[in-house]
């Protein structure tokens, strides 16, 4: 059992970044003031996570996670004024669509697009290998080069949709797809799903049916250009049809596994399936 007084300070923090984001509309720098909040929000966190390693999994704590992680959502959403404007140096992306059924509900299109991330992007990209292993009859690694130069390396063109509401229409995505790298590695009949790792302890879960749909591929390329190592450069998963967070920047492996193993995001409240039409953004959605 935890100790009262650790989760009292868990419950503090949490009512004072409350405090603070209530006084973000009336401020000079409304943004500057809900970074704030985050930052108290993210300590809130890091102690609910200390916690559960100690305490283990007690509804409480994996409650109160997932409420932290509601509220990190809703200043997120409230700064989406943000992602209203092309991103320097990128392909303006479209803003209206013919088709209705290309954007989620409650999602906005933007012309840009927005970084964001866990923990600080990797310094040293040089040499950088993708490894596909665990529920494999043959485990593999590749190479940035031996992957750029796979016949199946390809380009597909799908929309991308951030849990924070936004999404960005059309874009080009160069890589490999998921499915040819399972075929090599022969994925065992019991795996039924993979555990996605990425720099520097960043992780999401998807099932192989997910991975193995049409337009998902380990990305090198973003409308015809390298991706930027904000845009999770050299290597990223890019999964159209599930919010953003399943598409893991900087990845450095595919595990196939024998069950659905929470991610990092899925541990602290998100969906574990992540469907932006029937809008799964946190448990119970």
């Known amino acids: ?31 500057a003031v809900r970074d704030r909040a985050r930052d108290v929000l993210v300590r809130a966190r890091d102690l609910v996570d200390d916690l559960r390693d100690r305490d283990g999994d007690r509804d409480d704590l994996v409650e109160f996670a997932l409420l932290v992680s509601r509220r990190m959502l809703d200043l997120d959403g409230a700064d989406l004024a943000a992602t209203t404007v092309p991103t320097e140096g990128m392909r303006r992306a479209p803003t209206t669509v013919d088709d ?10 933007t012309p840009g697009f927005p970084v964001l991330h ?16 665990g529920r494999v009859t043959t485990r593999m690694r590749w190479s940035l080069a031996d992957l750029r130069a796979d016949p199946a390396a390809t380009t597909a063109t ?33 795996a039924t799903h993979v555990l996605v790792n990425g720099h520097p302890a960043y992780s999401a879960n998807l099932s192989v049916e997910a991975v193995r749909a049409s337009g998902v ?17 050299p290597l990223r998963l890019v999964v159209p049809q599930r919010y953003g967070w399943k598409s893991v920047k900087w990845v450095t492996e595919v595990r196939l596994v024998d069950r659905d193993v929470p991610g990092y995001w899925e541990e602290r409240g998100y969906h574990m399936h992540a469907d932006p039409w029937r809008e799964q953004r946190l448990r119970g959605d």
């Open 100 to 109: 209705p059924g290309r954007r989620p509900p409650n999602q906005h299109l």
């Open 1 to 31: 059992m935890a100790d009262p007084t650790d989760f009292d300070d868990v419950r503090a923090l949490f009512v004072r970044a409350d405090e603070i984001a209530k006084a973000a509309p009336s401020a000079r720098d409304p943004a």
């Open 158 to 190: 799908s929309d991308f949709h951030c849990v924070t509401g936004w999404s960005r229409l059309d874009n080009d995505w160069t890589g490999i797809p998921v499915a040819a790298l399972l075929d090599r590695v022969e994925s065992r009949p019991e």
């Open 118 to 133: 866990v923990g600080s992007p990797p310094r040293d990209v040089d040499p950088w290998t993708l490894t596909v292993a």
């Open 217 to 233: 591929l380990l990305a090198w390329a973003h409308d015809g250009v390298d991706l930027s190592v904000a845009h999770g450069g």
